[in-house]
């Protein structure tokens, strides 16, 4: 059974912490959603459907929706008797796309820490090819510890209307995944002539050279259409943690790993290139840059 004009949607939680849901109730366009699907079931919102109902072969499911990582033990997340591995497998088997939403369904995230044997997201465990399944084309990861709600619902939307989506190498929309964090970052200026932030939560300073930021090497449009519309985790004074990347979490949070007393080069930029443009830079002295935007104590 198919609801008319709307594509159906089945959301999977394995090993999750229930982010990405929360992020998704904070879609500014809920309306044009309902209007576009309809949500057949649901672990933590009221739906139409009970996970056994799904099951039953007349029920048709555009998307499958998976949140959370993956893991093919038979001991973990098994429900009405079936195990997590063969439930996945039964309701893949049904929809057109498969949605991976969060890095932990993607990559594997946090979870993929504890036992690389035995947890992994869809495709991939980090890096590596061989997750869940070892091929799947319906895949599509909407990586990000939460994802952005745009970035899951507009994917949804051109698939809905049969547009074309482009994806990365690891299955990600070129659209929300070709660009970096850096990129439209209120703070490149700084970034440009080695000037950091002294403290978490001020707006002057680049948090790349002292507190660990991962934007110039992560892959999203987070500083482009933001979080809530209005800002991002540079913008408030904090350093991006590489969220949408295959090895998030790294192990040293908000620290900057150094050679030679610099930091690791940026994407797509050579270390010796990136070294010797750094050595010319921290020569400059820009007093406006040095200074506080303004005083909130004046």
Same mark, same amino acid.
């Given at each position: 059974?198919?609801?008319?004009?709307?594509?159906?949607?089945?959301?999977?939680?394995?090993?999750?912490?229930?982010?990405?849901? !929360?992020?998704?109730?904070?879609y500014s366009g809920i309306?044009?959603? =309902?209007?576009?699907?309809?949500?057949?079931?649901?672990?933590?919102?009221?739906?139409? /459907?009970? %996970?056994? $109902?799904?099951?039953?072969?007349?029920?048709?499911?555009?998307?499958?929706?998976?949140?959370?990582?993956?893991?093919?033990?038979?001991?973990?997340?098994?429900r009405f008797g079936f195990?997590?591995?063969?439930?996945?497998?039964?309701?893949? +088997? +049904?929809?057109? /796309?498969?949605?991976?939403?969060?890095?932990?369904?993607?990559?594997?995230?946090?979870? #993929?820490?504890?036992?690389?044997?035995?947890?992994?997201?869809?495709?991939?465990?980090? $890096?590596? &090819?061989?997750?869940?399944?070892? +091929?799947?084309?319906?895949?599509?990861?909407?990586?990000?510890?939460?994802?952005? *709600?745009?970035?899951?619902? &507009?994917?949804?939307?051109?698939?809905?209307?049969?547009?074309?989506?482009?994806?990365?190498?690891? @299955?990600?929309?070129? &659209?929300?995944? =070709?660009?970096?964090?850096? @990129?439209?970052?209120?703070?490149?200026?700084?970034?440009?002539?080695?000037?950091?932030?002294?403290?978490?939560?001020? +707006? &002057?300073?680049?948090?790349?050279?002292? !507190?660990?930021?991962?934007?110039?090497?992560?892959?999203?449009?987070?500083?482009?259409?933001l979080w809530n519309t209005?800002?991002?985790?540079?913008?408030?004074?904090?350093?991006?943690?590489?969220?949408?990347?295959?090895?998030?979490?790294?192990?040293?949070?908000?620290?900057? @790993?150094?050679?030679?007393?610099? *930091? =690791?080069?940026?994407?797509?930029?050579? #270390?010796?290139? /990136?070294?010797? %443009?750094?050595?010319?830079?921290?020569?400059?002295?820009?007093?406006?840059?040095?200074?506080? @935007?303004?005083?909130?104590?004046?």
């Amino acid at each position: 059974m198919k609801t008319k004009n709307r594509s159906t949607i089945v959301w999977l939680q394995g090993l999750t912490c229930n982010g990405n849901t !929360h992020s998704f109730l904070n879609y500014s366009g809920i309306d044009i959603f =309902s209007n576009n699907f309809k949500i057949l079931h649901h672990p933590q919102i009221k739906t139409p /459907y009970s %996970l056994e $109902k799904v099951l039953d072969e007349n029920v048709q499911v555009d998307f499958l929706v998976v949140e959370g990582a993956f893991s093919k033990n038979s001991k973990l997340l098994s429900r009405f008797g079936f195990s997590f591995k063969d439930l996945v497998d039964k309701l893949s +088997k +049904k929809a057109k /796309y498969i949605i991976c939403a969060g890095s932990c369904a993607s990559f594997g995230g946090i979870f #993929r820490l504890q036992d690389e044997k035995q947890i992994f997201g869809a495709l991939y465990s980090g $890096k590596k &090819e061989g997750g869940f399944w070892e +091929k799947n084309n319906k895949v599509v990861n909407i990586s990000g510890c939460p994802m952005h *709600p745009r970035w899951f619902v &507009e994917t949804l939307l051109k698939l809905h209307f049969k547009d074309n989506v482009y994806l990365d190498e690891y @299955q990600r929309p070129k &659209e929300v995944y =070709s660009y970096l964090v850096h @990129q439209g970052c209120l703070r490149n200026e700084y970034f440009e002539w080695k000037v950091d932030c002294k403290e978490y939560g001020q +707006k &002057e300073g680049c948090l790349f050279y002292e !507190h660990g930021c991962q934007g110039p090497m992560t892959h999203a449009n987070c500083n482009k259409i933001l979080w809530n519309t209005v800002s991002s985790k540079t913008r408030v004074g904090s350093s991006c943690l590489g969220c949408t990347e295959f090895d998030f979490p790294k192990k040293a949070l908000y620290e900057t @790993q150094t050679h030679m007393s610099l *930091p =690791s080069a940026p994407f797509g930029v050579s #270390r010796r290139a /990136y070294y010797s %443009l750094a050595g010319v830079a921290k020569g400059f002295k820009i007093d406006r840059l040095e200074k506080r @935007q303004f005083d909130e104590n004046d």
